[in-house]
């Protein structure tokens, strides 16, 4: 039996646990393989060596690429304006974006379009993703090949996020609405990592305290306080570190992955260690901007 040990006493999000997890040893060519075989855009992921203070850490580099031009229209919907509004940024965790296209919105009002962190490379004109209802979503998951515990872990970090966004909403969890880039960043990361732990045959999790981080977080609806709403509502029940950092520490994805997957919490158990990860977030802070993942076999 493999227990998962999720030391995130500087924050998470989805790129952090999903780099930590493929630094400590899971099979990148396996996670990418299974989440090629779903019906997303076509994406590269690879993964890069960063320090962070000090540390070695893995940094996802998720890369939408041309072939995306083709399954995307060419008509831009005038709604939809370039906003940048990456509260995330704050953390480390923001899209570095290598294109020139036209109407493409990431709206942060909604749960996915929160924690990503990845090195995007967009050589298209715009982006005109569907927009993923969270019942679309899951249903992507129950009618996919993907192995019975992954499909079961992903399903969970979705509902939880799905609720806590329903209730802020006002709406029914069901319907609420992943938008564009987000929605692909936010599903590869939560999909990726629910393979990295099978491909680690993790059987039992646990984390420590979480970090908010404070001060305030633009969006898509405009500034609000850190923690994120979604990330606060997600985070009921979920001890707090006492580490007081101006920015966003935890996003609505890793505090989902907490909440969800999270058998226990609490500090390092009294187990001998087999292996550590780092997966690193792409702001500096005065910290080690990083996740630690730590793997026991009992």
């Known amino acids: 039996m493999k227990q998962l040990y999720l030391d995130c006493q500087y924050g998470i999000s989805g790129d952090m646990t999903l780099s930590a997890l493929i630094d400590l040893g899971a099979d990148l060519a396996y996670i990418t393989g299974h989440l090629k075989s779903l019906p997303i855009d076509p994406f590269s992921m690879a993964v890069k060596r960063v320090n962070k203070r000090g540390i070695s850490s893995n940094l996802l580099d998720l890369q939408f690429t041309e072939a995306e031009l083709a399954a995307v229209g060419a008509q831009a919907d005038s709604d939809h304006h370039h906003e940048h509004d990456h509260g995330h940024e704050e953390e480390g965790h923001s899209h570095h974006h290598a294109h020139s296209h036209q109407g493409h919105s990431h709206s942060r009002g909604h749960s996915l379009s929160h924690g990503h962190s990845h090195h995007h490379v967009h050589t298209h004109h715009h982006h005109d993703h569907e927009h993923r209802k969270a019942s679309t979503i899951l249903e992507m998951i129950e009618t996919s090949d993907l192995p019975l515990r992954v499909k079961d872990r992903s399903r969970r970090v979705f509902e939880v996020i799905a609720e806590a966004e329903g209730k802020i909403h006002g709406m029914d969890p069901r319907e609420v609405h992943f938008h564009e880039v987000g929605a692909m960043d936010s599903i590869i990361d939560i999909i990726g990592v629910c393979l990295a732990l ?76 087999d292996r550590i990860g780092y997966g690193a977030g792409r702001k500096d802070f005065e910290h080690p901007n990083v996740l630690r993942a730590i793997l026991f076999e009992l």
Do not use: C, N, Q
């Open 198 to 273: 099978e491909s680690l045959e993790v059987d039992r999790i646990t984390a420590s305290p979480v970090p908010t981080g404070h001060g305030k977080v633009k969006m898509a609806h405009g500034l609000y306080p850190i923690p994120a709403p979604a990330t606060a509502e997600i985070l009921r029940g979920v001890p707090l570190e006492d580490f007081h950092v101006r920015g966003e520490l935890t996003t609505p994805t890793g505090a989902g992955f907490l909440k969800a997957l999270a058998d226990d919490y609490g500090y390092m158990p009294a187990l001998a260690i």
